[in-house]
């Protein structure tokens, strides 16, 4: 298994910067691709980035793409989502995602939809303000 916490989320404005991180514990980090989602009030999650187990590999969500960037440390189990350009749009719970991925996968494309994903942080909620 794997324990995820996010963390970095809060009140910014129109134009502004966060970064999340996510500290994840448990099984072998390297062995899971990684995601982030977001849910808004009254809509449904939707994928916003996803990294490869090595880091190589990402995929973003068109609404998020220049704007967004995933990277992860396997050595300290972490992975970040620098936000920039941020919009009222991006104001959401965003969550940390877990995929195990057997070794070999790398030519595999990233999963975009939640169910392929095994493991779930808590989420942390992000506002931005018009």
């Known amino acids: 298994q794997v324990q995820m916490v996010e963390s970095g989320g809060g009140l910014v404005q129109t134009g502004g910067s966060l970064r999340l991180s996510c500290s994840a514990s448990g099984s072998t980090f390297s062995s899971y691709a990684m995601g982030w989602f977001r849910q808004a009030p009254g809509k449904e999650r939707e994928f916003v980035v996803g990294?490869?187990?090595?880091?190589?590999?990402?995929y973003y969500a068109d609404s998020v793409k220049g704007r967004f960037t995933i990277s992860r440390d396997n050595a300290k189990n972490i992975v970040f989502l620098q936000m920039n350009s941020l919009k009222p749009e991006d104001t959401a719970v965003y969550y940390c995602a877990a995929a195990f991925r057997p070794r070999g996968s790398s030519h595999i494309p990233l999963a975009t939809r939640g169910d392929d994903y095994d493991y779930w942080g808590q989420g942390t909620q992000v506002t931005v303000s018009s």
């Open positions: 990294i490869s187990e090595s880091g190589g590999s990402t």
